[in-house]
C-alpha cells in the first residue's frame, strides 16, 4: 500500500469513526488516528503438510480513533481448490514466527490487557477477522471492535475452521506479523 493511500485511508475512515461517534466536527481533535498497516507472504505454523496458505500473502490495516478500530484483511494466493472453505483469524498478542504457532500466543483480548477477570470472549473484546476463499483465492474480512490495540509484536494467525462462539477455530495455519 503506497503512503497516500494508506493517509487517505486513515483520514477518510478518522472522519468515519468520528461522525460514527456522534463526536461534533467543529471540536478540535488533538489525537492523531493510529494506523498501522502490513503486507508480507504469510508464515508457515503447519510446515509438516503442504497447505492451503502456503503460497499466500496478506494486508492487514488497523485504523484506530476515539477508541473505536476498523480491522482490514485481505488475503491473495489462497489454493483455489479451497475456494468456498471459510477461515477463522484473529489478532493475536505474540509475534508471527515460522514454525512455532505457539508463539503467537493467545487471543489480543481487550479484557484481558485491561485486566477484567473473566474476560468475555467476543468480536468485540477480540479482532476476529474470518474470511471465505473466492474462486480467485482471494479472502476479505472487515470488523469494526470498541477498542485501540496496544502496541506490541503481533500476529494475525489464520486458523483451519471459522471462528466458534468461544472464540475457537482449529488448529494454526500461517499468520502475518504487525508491530507498531
Ligand atoms: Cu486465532
Not at 28 to 41: F, I, L
Not at 81 to 106: E, K, Q
Not at 120 to 132: A, K
Not at 144 to 151: A, D, I, L, N
Request: with cysteine.
Amino acid at each position: 500500500m503506497t503512503a497516500l493511500l494508506r493517509n487517505t485511508l486513515a483520514v477518510v475512515v478518522a472522519t468515519t469513526l468520528a461522525a460514527a461517534s456522534g463526536a461534533p466536527s467543529a471540536v478540535a481533535r488533538p489525537a492523531e488516528p493510529q494506523v498501522v498497516t502490513a503486507h508480507d507472504h504469510l508464515r508457515d505454523l503447519a510446515p509438516a503438510a503442504a497447505g492451503p496458505l502456503d503460497y499466500a500473502r496478506a494486508s492487514a490495516v488497523l485504523v484506530s480513533h476515539d477508541d473505536s478500530t476498523l480491522a482490514i484483511l485481505q488475503v491473495r494466493g489462497i489454493d483455489r481448490s479451497v475456494a468456498g472453505r471459510s477461515f477463522g483469524a484473529h489478532l493475536h498478542v505474540g509475534p508471527c514466527v515460522a514454525g512455532d504457532g505457539a508463539a503467537a500466543g493467545p487471543h489480543y483480548n481487550t479484557d484481558t490487557i485491561a485486566g477484567k477477570v473473566p474476560p468475555r470472549v467476543s468480536p468485540s473484546t477480540e479482532i476476529w477477522l474470518d474470511f471465505t476463499v473466492s474462486p480467485t483465492g482471494a479472502g476479505n474480512a472487515l470488523t469494526v471492535v470498541p477498542f485501540t490495540p496496544q502496541p506490541g509484536n503481533r500476529s494475525i494467525v489464520i486458523h483451519e475452521k471459522p471462528t466458534d462462539h468461544h472464540g475457537a477455530a482449529g488448529s494454526r495455519l500461517a499468520c502475518l506479523p504487525l508491530s507498531w
